[in-house]
């Protein structure tokens, strides 16, 4: 672990909160990418774009009244065999934290990637995911 877990617990509660399911290992990530149906995979970040942008973003969009089937999260950072294993199914997209990808049947159907964060309003991310709900889930 790079970062004390009392710094990263409000920036993982965040998620879990509004829903979001944390995936601790590699196994975790792997049954839910690979269940039927949707999930929505946020790669959490202690940067300042996930507070400010990719968080929101990602709370506003599992609020929409079409969303996946299923919200997990992984952090960066942290438990490194999960987010290795999140990046391993986003490929071929180089590792980004944060980040968020829409799975479907376990399949990569979109993927937001920090470049496309940094500098963004929450809102115009959401917009996109939302987007992406409505077509896929």
Known sequence: MMYPEYLVAPMREDLTRVGFEELKDADAVKSAIESEGTVFVMVNSVCGCAAANARPAAKIAAANG???????TVFAGMEK??????????LPYPPSSPAMALFKDGKLVHIIERYQIEGRPAQMIADNLIDAFEQYC
Do not use: E, Q, S, T
């Not at 079409?66 to 997990?72: A, E, Q, S, T």
């Not at 065999?81 to 986003?90: E, G, I, L, P, S």
């Open 66 to 72: 079409k969303h996946p089937d299923k919200l997990v």
């Open 81 to 90: 065999d999960a987010v290795d294993a999140a990046r391993n199914y986003m």
